[in-house]
C-alpha cells in the first residue's frame, strides 16, 4: 500500500514507459538509502524519464493528483533531501538517463547539458574541446549536474572560480504545475528582470526540476603548481593565503586546510600514502596555483609564497609536487579525508562559513566551548579555509562509546552553529539544509528571511508537491 492510488501509478508508468519504471522493492533500494544510510525512505515508484517533456508529463499527473515528487540526482547530498520519507507515499523522480551534452560551443565558451550528467562526465566533455570546466568535489565521479546545481555546490575550485551559482548561464526548469521554462540561454549580460535561474539554484528540488543547464567553459590551465604545506596554526594558514594571492596575482585556484589528526586518518585509510614530512606538525595546507600561461611564471610565484611564509614563521616546512603523480598523490590526502572520518568512530558534522579572517578565531572558539560539553572530544576542522567553509566534525574521545557520543548530535550542533551565527556565518556553507537543518535553520534566519522563502514556495509550487518538508516550509 503506497498511499497513491493505482490509477495514478498506472499514468505515471505509461508517462516514462517500461524503461522508466522501477517498482521492485529490490530494485528500487538504492534510491532510498542514503550513502551512509543515515537515511532510509520508501517511494511508491521510482521513474526515470528519458526527456523534459517526459518529465513535464510526470509532474503535470501529480500536480492533478496532489502527488509528492522527490527530485534525485546522483544521491551523494549529504543532508537527505534526495531521500523519500518513510511512508512511502511520494515517487522518486530520477534524473539519470537525461544524461546528453546537448551543445559545446568552444568561441562562446559555455556547454548545454542534461541534468542528469555526471559532473566528471561534463568535466571531461569539456576537455575534450581543450576547455576547462571547473567545479571539483570528491563526488564528481556520481553526482550530477542537476543535483550539483539545486544543491549550489562548492568544492575545492571555489576560490578561483566561484560556486554553481556563478557557472551556469541559463537553464531548463519543469515547473511545479508540468510547465517547461526554457531559459537556456548562453548570454552574459541579461538585464532584463530577476534573474530567475537563480531561484532554482540552491532550492533543492522545491521550486521545480532542472532538467537541463548552459554552463561556463574556461581556458585549461597550462600550469599547475601543488604544494603541501606544514603551518604552526590556522592563523598562519589565513596570512599564508594572503601571501600567495600576492606573489601569484591572484592565481590561487585550491586552499585547503587539515589538521594532524586528519593527516593521521588519511594514512591508515590509503595503504600507498606517506606523510610528506620526517616530523609530526599541527595543521597542514594544500595549496593549488594555476594559470593559462604555459611560460613557468607559477613556480616563482609559489617558491617566493613559501619563502615569505618561512621568513614571517607561517610555514614550518613544505614540498612542491614535482610530478603530476605527485600532485595527484598529494590531493589525495586531502580528498580521502571524508572517507577516513570513519576510521576515528562517531563523528558529528557541521558543514559552516564565517569570514576567512574570523575562521581561526572561530575553530578556537567551538573547541573550547564543546570541551565542556564533551570533554575530551577530538577536533577535527578541515577543508576550503580559503573561501571561509570548514568542515567542523569533532571526533569522539578515543575509545568512547559511538552511539553515546552520536547521541550528543544536537547539544554540539547548538553550540557549534550558535557560535557560527554569533560570528556571522552560516550553518550550511554548500551542502544545503535538506532534511538535516530543516528545523535547525529558523533558528538563525530572520524572520523576513523565512518569510520571504515561503512566499516564493507558496507561488511556485502551491500545491506542496516538490520536494515537500525539506529545506522550507510553505
Ligand atoms: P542528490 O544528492 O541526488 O540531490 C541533492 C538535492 O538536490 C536533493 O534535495 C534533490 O532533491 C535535489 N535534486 C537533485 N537533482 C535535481 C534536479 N535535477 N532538479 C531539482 N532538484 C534536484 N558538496 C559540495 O558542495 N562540496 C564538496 O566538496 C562536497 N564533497 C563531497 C564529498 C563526498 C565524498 C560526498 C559523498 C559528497 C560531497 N558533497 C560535496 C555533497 C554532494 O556531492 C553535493 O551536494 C552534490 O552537488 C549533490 O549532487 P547529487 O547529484 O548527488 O544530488
Given at each position: 500500500m503506497?498511499?497513491?492510488?493505482?490509477?495514478?501509478?498506472?499514468?505515471?508508468?505509461?508517462a516514462?514507459?517500461?524503461?522508466?519504471?522501477?517498482d521492485n522493492?529490490?530494485?528500487?533500494?538504492?534510491?532510498?538509502?542514503e550513502w551512509?544510510?543515515?537515511w532510509q525512505?520508501?517511494?511508491?515508484?521510482?521513474v526515470?524519464?528519458?526527456s523534459?517533456e517526459?518529465?513535464?508529463?510526470?509532474?503535470?499527473?501529480c500536480a492533478?493528483?496532489?502527488?509528492?515528487?522527490v527530485p534525485?540526482?546522483?544521491n551523494?547530498?549529504?543532508?537527505?533531501?534526495?531521500?523519500?520519507?518513510?511512508?512511502?507515499?511520494?515517487?522518486?523522480?530520477?534524473l539519470g538517463r537525461?544524461?546528453r551534452?546537448?551543445n559545446l560551443?568552444p568561441l562562446?565558451d559555455?556547454?548545454?547539458?542534461?541534468?542528469?550528467?555526471?559532473?566528471?562526465?561534463?568535466?571531461?566533455?569539456a576537455?575534450?574541446?581543450?576547455?576547462?570546466f571547473?567545479?571539483?568535489?570528491?563526488?564528481?565521479?556520481t553526482?550530477?549536474?542537476?543535483?550539483?546545481?539545486?544543491?549550489?555546490?562548492g568544492?575545492?575550485?571555489?576560490?578561483?572560480?566561484?560556486?554553481?551559482?556563478?557557472l551556469?548561464?541559463?537553464?531548463?526548469?519543469?515547473?511545479p504545475?508540468?510547465?517547461?521554462w526554457?531559459?537556456?540561454r548562453?548570454?552574459?549580460?541579461?538585464n532584463t528582470?530577476?534573474?530567475?535561474?537563480q531561484?532554482?539554484?540552491?532550492?533543492?528540488?522545491?521550486?521545480?526540476?532542472?532538467?537541463a543547464?548552459?554552463?561556463?567553459?574556461?581556458?585549461?590551465?597550462?600550469e599547475?603548481?601543488?604544494?603541501f604545506?606544514?603551518v604552526?596554526d590556522?592563523e598562519?594558514?589565513v596570512?599564508?593565503?594572503a601571501?600567495?594571492?600576492?606573489?601569484?596575482?591572484?592565481?590561487?585556484?585550491?586552499?585547503?586546510?587539515m589538521?594532524?589528526?586528519?593527516l593521521?586518518l588519511?594514512l591508515k585509510?590509503l595503504?600507498?600514502a606517506?606523510d610528506?614530512f620526517?616530523?609530526?606538525?599541527?595543521?597542514y595546507?594544500l595549496?593549488?596555483?594555476?594559470?593559462?600561461?604555459?611560460?613557468g611564471?607559477l613556480?616563482g610565484?609559489?617558491e617566493?609564497?613559501?619563502?615569505?611564509?618561512?621568513e614571517?614563521?607561517?610555514?614550518?616546512?613544505?614540498v612542491?609536487?614535482?610530478?603530476?603523480?605527485q600532485?595527484?598523490?598529494?590531493?589525495a590526502?586531502r580528498?580521502?579525508?571524508s572517507?577516513?572520518?570513519?576510521i576515528?568512530?562517531?563523528?558529528?558534522?557541521?558543514?559552516?562559513s564565517i569570514?576567512?579572517?574570523?575562521m581561526?578565531?572561530?575553530?578556537?572558539?567551538a573547541?573550547?566551548?564543546?570541551?565542556q560539553v564533551?570533554?575530551?572530544?577530538?577536533?577535527?576542522?578541515?577543508?576550503?579555509?580559503?573561501?571561509g567553509n570548514?568542515?567542523?566534525?569533532?571526533?569522539?574521545?578515543?575509545?568512547?562509546d559511538?552511539?553515546a557520543?552520536l547521541?550528543?548530535w544536537?547539544d554540539?550542533?547548538d553550540?557549534?552553529?550558535?557560535?557560527?551565527?554569533?560570528m556571522?556565518g552560516?550553518?550550511s556553507?554548500?551542502?544545503?539544509?535538506?532534511?538535516?537543518?530543516?528545523?535547525?535553520?529558523?533558528?538563525?534566519?530572520?524572520?523576513?528571511?523565512m518569510e520571504?522563502?515561503?512566499?516564493?514556495?507558496?507561488?511556485?509550487?502551491?500545491?506542496?508537491?516538490?520536494?515537500?518538508?525539506?529545506?522550507?516550509?510553505?
Amino acid at each position: 500500500m503506497s498511499g497513491i492510488p493505482d490509477t495514478v501509478i498506472e499514468r505515471l508508468k505509461a508517462a516514462v514507459g517500461p524503461k522508466g519504471v522501477i517498482d521492485n522493492p529490490e530494485d528500487m533500494t538504492p534510491y532510498l538509502v542514503e550513502w551512509r544510510e543515515k537515511w532510509q525512505g520508501k517511494a511508491a515508484l521510482v521513474v526515470r524519464p528519458g526527456s523534459t517533456e517526459e518529465v513535464a508529463e510526470v509532474v503535470r499527473i501529480c500536480a492533478e493528483t496532489g502527488t509528492r515528487i522527490v527530485p534525485q540526482g546522483g544521491n551523494t547530498g549529504l543532508v537527505g533531501g534526495s531521500i523519500p520519507f518513510e511512508r512511502g507515499d511520494e515517487v522518486v523522480l530520477s534524473l539519470g538517463r537525461m544524461n546528453r551534452v546537448r551543445n559545446l560551443d568552444p568561441l562562446n565558451d559555455t556547454i548545454t547539458v542534461e541534468a542528469g550528467c555526471i559532473l566528471q562526465d561534463v568535466q571531461g566533455a569539456a576537455e575534450e574541446a581543450g576547455r576547462l570546466f571547473p567545479m571539483r568535489i570528491a563526488s564528481e565521479g556520481t553526482c550530477q549536474i542537476g543535483g550539483n546545481l539545486s544543491t549550489n555546490a562548492g568544492g575545492t575550485a571555489v576560490l578561483r572560480y566561484g560556486n554553481m551559482r556563478d557557472l551556469v548561464l541559463g537553464l531548463e526548469v519543469v515547473l511545479p504545475d508540468g510547465r517547461i521554462w526554457n531559459g537556456l540561454r548562453g548570454l552574459r549580460k541579461d538585464n532584463t528582470g530577476y534573474d530567475l535561474k537563480q531561484l532554482f539554484i540552491g532550492a533543492e528540488g522545491t521550486l521545480g526540476i532542472i532538467t537541463a543547464a548552459v554552463l561556463k567553459l574556461y581556458p585549461m590551465p597550462a600550469e599547475r603548481q601543488v604544494a603541501f604545506i606544514a603551518v604552526p596554526d590556522p592563523e598562519s594558514a589565513v596570512e599564508l593565503l594572503a601571501v600567495a594571492k600576492q606573489t601569484s596575482g591572484g592565481q590561487v585556484t585550491g586552499f585547503e586546510i587539515m589538521p594532524r589528526l586528519g593527516l593521521d586518518l588519511v594514512l591508515k585509510l590509503l595503504p600507498d600514502a606517506r606523510d610528506p614530512f620526517a616530523d609530526a606538525h599541527g595543521w597542514y595546507v594544500l595549496m593549488e596555483l594555476s594559470s593559462g600561461d604555459s611560460g613557468g611564471a607559477l613556480r616563482g610565484a609559489i617558491e617566493r609564497a613559501l619563502e615569505t611564509g618561512f621568513e614571517n614563521g607561517l610555514v614550518a616546512d613544505a614540498v612542491i609536487a614535482e610530478s603530476e603523480q605527485q600532485t595527484m598523490d598529494l590531493w589525495a590526502l586531502r580528498e580521502g579525508l571524508s572517507e577516513a572520518q570513519k576510521i576515528g568512530g562517531g563523528s558529528i558534522k557541521h558543514d559552516v562559513s564565517i569570514p576567512v579572517p574570523d575562521m581561526p578565531a572561530f575553530i578556537r572558539r567551538a573547541d573550547q566551548a564543546l570541551q565542556q560539553v564533551i570533554p575530551g572530544f577530538r577536533s577535527m576542522a578541515f577543508g576550503h579555509i580559503g573561501d571561509g567553509n570548514v568542515h567542523y566534525n569533532p571526533l569522539q574521545p578515543e575509545g568512547a562509546d559511538a552511539a553515546a557520543f552520536l547521541a550528543k548530535w544536537q547539544d554540539v550542533a547548538d553550540v557549534v552553529h550558535g557560535i557560527v551565527h554569533d560570528m556571522g556565518g552560516s550553518i550550511s556553507a554548500e551542502h544545503g539544509l535538506g532534511r538535516l537543518k530543516v528545523d535547525e535553520v529558523r533558528r538563525y534566519k530572520s524572520a523576513v528571511e523565512m518569510e520571504l522563502m515561503s512566499t516564493i514556495k507558496r507561488a511556485l509550487d502551491p500545491k506542496n508537491i516538490m520536494n515537500p518538508d525539506k529545506t522550507v516550509t510553505p
